[in-house]
């Protein structure tokens, strides 16, 4: 009877009907909405601000491969400025530009050693120091001899920079990003590159003697930059784990991860893979008497390094005035009007990469590049081969070149370091990422240093020929060698190479299982 006034509400409390308590009730569950918005907040707050740092700390990385990049472009224009000034020949014109890359495989076998022994970070600032020593001596090089020592020394200071800043990328990024963000070394390659083709374009006015000391002079800027970012980037925290240094480590990943508790199974991964390495064997002897997963990581990673460069992508950039020379373009400042076109299009074309890489996969872009590229390359031979000088093969010509290097960018360009520096294990991961780039320096160099000599044997439309057969041959090797690691982190990419059905391509990848979960 005394109950009557009373009735249970919505919510299981009892109230008086004509004050039902989940009026109090209403205003809690509000209070918990203002507090999940605020927590929303803070959430979207830290994943905004992680971006954008691990963002700048990839592209201060990069900064040493604006110099490559910068070097293969001005040299293709200030080549020619050089021959008049200095009376060279042909063959020390091949020297001169080939050299650099050979060199370089000093920097490159140096950089994995120095980069476990003094750091990722520090690494890269010792590169920058040598190469603005190089570049100051080229500069001011009053003979062919001062001139190569300058360009020896550059070439020990990019063979460092190259290795190093796609394993340091890949080591601070996460996993969800980590493809784009590793392939920004070979978008600051692009840049340079264009950047040293618009210098060739704005300083072919300037007498013999002082054009091509001021573009070679101009490659000396980034490296500045580079010395105030190494007190901006923290040190990767996977080479802090191997120092024991966790504590500073766990403080790394809380800035480039979005949330606590990826940070502690990040960590925990990191110390499971640097404390399952065979520490009493040395790398060396490692890598020299690899187990088989190693050997089919470095078949892997050493094979597309080689293949990015044995398809003639430098030889394009290094003597594209001498390419369009051969389609019939006679003007030195329409051929250097030209080679800009072809700057523009290799650095435009790896945004898509960047768009791409961590959506759809690795494997597809190399697929798409490396047939793509196979194409152009084709069609290059045939029409310097069958076609007669004049606007049509000039139209051609220029198409062809543009649409292999767009087609090197979309896919080999990028993907090729992304992988490198993903697929080796935490231990070995400095050395075999320099292994690879010693194999990608030497085809360079051996390309560059032989292509006017080989061109002029068989003529520039059976050399392409040449690089179309070694392109097709690619598309296999990435078809038999290559696994796909988008959506792993590294660890897990280290184990997908110990399961040999899983590397030759029986494995289900994540990104489905979670597709077909979702489903």
């Known amino acids: ?21 989940g009026s109090k009730n209403k205003y809690k569950r509000m209070d918990s909405d203002f507090t999940d918005d605020d927590d929303q907040y803070q959430l979207e707050r830290r994943k905004k601000s992680t971006r954008k740092y691990v963002f700048g700390c990839a592209v201060f990385a990069s900064l040493n491969n604006v110099l490559l990049g910068y070097d293969v472009g001005v040299m293709s224009g200030a080549i020619l400025f ?19 890359s050979i060199i370089s495989l000093i920097g490159s076998l140096a950089g994995g050693r120095t980069s476990d022994a003094i750091g990722r970070k520090w690494t890269m600032g010792f590169a920058a120091v040598i190469f603005q020593i190089g570049a100051a001596v080229m500069t001011i090089a009053p003979s062919f001899e001062i001139l190569m020592v300058g360009r020896i020394l550059a070439g020990v200071g990019i063979g460092f920079g190259v290795m190093i800043a796609p394993v340091y990328i890949a080591e601070i990024s996460p996993t969800i990003a980590r493809g784009s963000l590793t392939s920004f070394p070979e978008i600051f390659i692009n840049l340079g590159i264009l950047l040293g083709y618009v210098s060739n374009y704005a300083f072919s006015g300037l007498s013999a003697h002082i054009s091509w000391r001021v573009m070679l002079a101009v490659g000396i ?13 923290p040190e990767s925290p996977r080479w802090l784990v191997l120092q024991n240094r966790v504590e500073e480590a766990r403080l790394v990943l809380l800035k480039t991860n979005e949330n606590d508790s990826e940070v502690e199974e990040r960590l925990a991964e990191i110390q499971q893979a640097a404390g399952t390495a065979d520490t009493d064997k040395p790398v060396w002897r490692e890598l020299l008497s690899p187990s088989p997963a190693l050997r089919r990581m470095l078949i892997t990673g050493i094979g597309i390094q080689c293949f990015q460069q044995i398809t003639g992508i430098d030889a394009t950039v290094y003597y594209s005035p001498a390419i369009f020379k051969a389609a019939g373009i006679e003007d030195e400042s329409k051929l250097l009007a030209a080679t800009v076109a072809v700057g ?42 069958l076609m007669k000088e004049g606007s049509i093969s000039i139209a051609l010509a220029i198409l062809f070149v543009c649409g292999n290097v767009a087609f090197f960018s979309v896919g080999i360009g990028p993907v090729c370091w992304v992988l490198t520096s993903e697929i080796f294990p935490l231990r070995l991961r400095a050395q075999a990422s320099g292994l690879g780039a010693v194999g990608n320096r030497m085809c360079s160099g051996l390309i560059a240093m032989s292509f006017l000599s080989v061109s002029r044997a068989i003529t520039v439309g059976g050399t392409f020929l040449i690089f179309s057969v070694i392109s097709a041959l690619s598309i296999a090797f990435v078809y038999k060698h290559v696994p796909e690691t988008k959506g792993k982190s590294l660890e897990q990419i280290e184990l997908l190479f110990q399961d040999e059905y ?18």
């Open 502 to 519: 899983a590397f030759q391509g029986g494995e289900v990848q994540l990104g489905d299982v979670e597709h077909l979960v979702q489903k």
């Open 1 to 21: 009877m005394g109950m009557a006034g009373v009735q249970e509400n919505g919510h299981g409390e009892m109230g008086l009907s004509d004050f039902p308590l």
């Open 82 to 100: 050089i021959q008049q000034d200095l009376k060279i020949t042909e063959v020390q014109q091949e020297v001169l530009v080939g050299v650099l």
């Open 344 to 385: 523009v299009s290799k650095t435009a074309f790896i945004l898509i990469a960047i768009i791409l890489i961590d959506k759809v996969g690795r494997k597809p872009l190399l697929y798409v590049s490396t047939i793509g590229m196979t194409t152009c390359l084709l069609g290059m031979g045939i029409t310097l081969l």
């Open 221 to 233: 800027l980034p490296s500045v930059f580079i010395g105030v970012a190494l007190f901006i980037i």
